[in-house]
């Protein structure tokens, strides 16, 4: 699953992100990184418990509460508190796989959430900075990703993939990941597009067509089947 995401954010929220992230205090990006990522992984990182970090991840949150393709994509059951990080000065991270469980604090209460999907919002426009491209590496091709602050991009966890070296400028992003009601991929992207198919249909037909009441009914029967809550 890759899916692209445009304008998750406001133009007030990007526009208050970017200049909160811009006057922030940067630490080691390796404070988060699993033993054999920390080799590879050269950037700044927000400090996880500082004032910025909990502020805008909570912006971002409320943003994917609202944005329909991110909830269709990803059915999410638990979404880790955003992160961000910032490259440059030749800065990168070298090819890599996700941790399959992180561990995450809801409130006062430390827990672990399997890592289904992964996603990375830009903050910085593509002009801003050179280099710095997200790729994907599978099955023997690779897909680079380069996208327009406040766009988002959603890949599967299980995919290797790697940020290439900013050679000018600074390229700045959150990333997160979620654990999905379906631990499938393949059975998640189904739902996905039947979802997708019934919005469009809803749209050119109407809530009360029967043939949108039916598919709507085939979905919420096969997510009954497949949700592990």
Known sequence: MLVHIPGLLTQDELTYCQAT????Q?????????QQSAKVKN???LPQNSKECQELGQIVLRALGRNTIFNSAVLPYRVSP?????YENGMSFGAHVDNAIRGIWAGDIHT???TDVSSTLFFSDPDEYDGGELTMHSNGHEQTIKLPAGDMVLYSTTVLHNVAPV???SRLAAFFWSQSMIAEESRRQILFD???????????????DPSVLSLTNIYHNMMRQWCVL
């Open 82 to 86: 955003p992160l961000f990080n910032r």
């Open 112 to 114: 672990r959430i399997r």
């Open 167 to 169: 050679t000018r400028g």
């Open 21 to 24: 992230l811009k006057a922030a």
């Open 43 to 45: 950037n700044l990182q």
């Open 26 to 34: 940067w630490g080691d990006g390796r404070e988060t990184a699993g």
């Open 194 to 208: 039947l979802d997708m198919q019934v919005m469009s249909l809803r749209d050119r037909l109407g809530d009360m």
